[in-house]
């Protein structure tokens, strides 16, 4: 019983994975086609990102930390089922949340790469008083027209 | 006889990664080595590396799960380090292929061309 149970858990989780990955293919190739520049880049990183998500739902659905006992029947079978299960989910958003961060970084840098213009730093203001602008004079002073 | 069959199972898994990863990495090695053959032959040595990476990480499991416990938890466990395998050595090829990528890019002629 427990197997099965086991087993059931872990083809959903893999189906699961499977779904993660269709939901996010199509859009995921059109980022990456914009931040890849190239069409082969882009289709090895989505090749790339693709397997890690369905390996990594592998990985996490054959997790047996639940089934304490073999023999388990009813109310700790279904734990056994329910830890699987959320060992499941945490794999898949974790892998998702690491594709995202790393998505944000590359688009960060492509837009630093390929802004159109750079607004310069704010640096130190030049000096009130230069060659260009004298300093005002006081009335009766030499440089004054009285 | 179960673990073998989940040996089976990882070595199915293998085969189907690299025949996804194929096409899309070797147009990248081909971007990145510039010549094909030298492309060709990095595609070869990233698969050797993914099998035998695979099959390193499954037979550890296997051996740190002990050939005398439950034929389940065995084969769960081969199946396990299959897929922690797997996912090691595709990460390795991923950094190694960007990491070459960066260097090329870097290269005076890449600019040139």
């Known amino acids: 019983m427990v197997v099965a149970v086991f087993a059931g858990v872990a083809v959903a989780g893999l189906l699961a994975s499977f779904g993660v990955e269709r939901l996010l293919h199509a859009h995921l190739q059109r980022v990456l086609t914009d931040i890849c520049e190239t069409d082969a880049r882009s289709g090895f990183f989505v090749a790339v990102s693709a397997l890690t998500i369905v390996l990594s739902g592998a990985l996490a659905s054959t997790a047996t930390t639940g089934y304490a006992d073999p023999n388990a029947v009813g109310f700790d079978l279904l734990n056994g089922a329910l830890t699987q299960t959320r060992i499941v989910m945490v794999g898949l958003l974790g892998v998702v949340l690491v594709v995202a961060f790393l998505l944000i970084g590359a688009i960060r840098r492509f837009e630093d790469r390929h802004r159109p213009f750079s607004v310069p730093p704010p640096g130190p203001m030049p000096p009130q008083h230069s060659q260009y602008s004298p300093a005002p004079t006081a009335p009766g002073h030499a440089g004054s027209t009285q | ?113």
């Not at chain 2, 396990?80 to 050595?89: D, I, K, P, Q």
């Open chain 2, 1 to 113: 006889m179960t673990p073998l069959l989940v040996a089976g199972v990882v070595v199915v898994g293998a085969a189907t990664v690299l025949r996804a990863l194929r096409t899309p990495l070797l147009a990248m090695l081909v971007e990145v080595c510039v010549v094909k053959h030298r492309a060709r032959f990095w595609w070869r040595v990233s698969a050797a590396e993914l099998v035998v990476g695979t099959a390193l990480c499954a037979s550890t499991s296997l051996a740190l799960t002990g050939l005398r416990a439950d034929p389940w938890l065995t084969a769960v466990a081969v199946l396990r380090g299959g897929c922690a395998g797997l996912l090691v050595s595709l990460l390795a090829i991923t950094v190694g292929t960007v990491a070459a990528g960066q260097a090329t890019a870097a290269t005076p002629w890449h600019d040139a061309e």
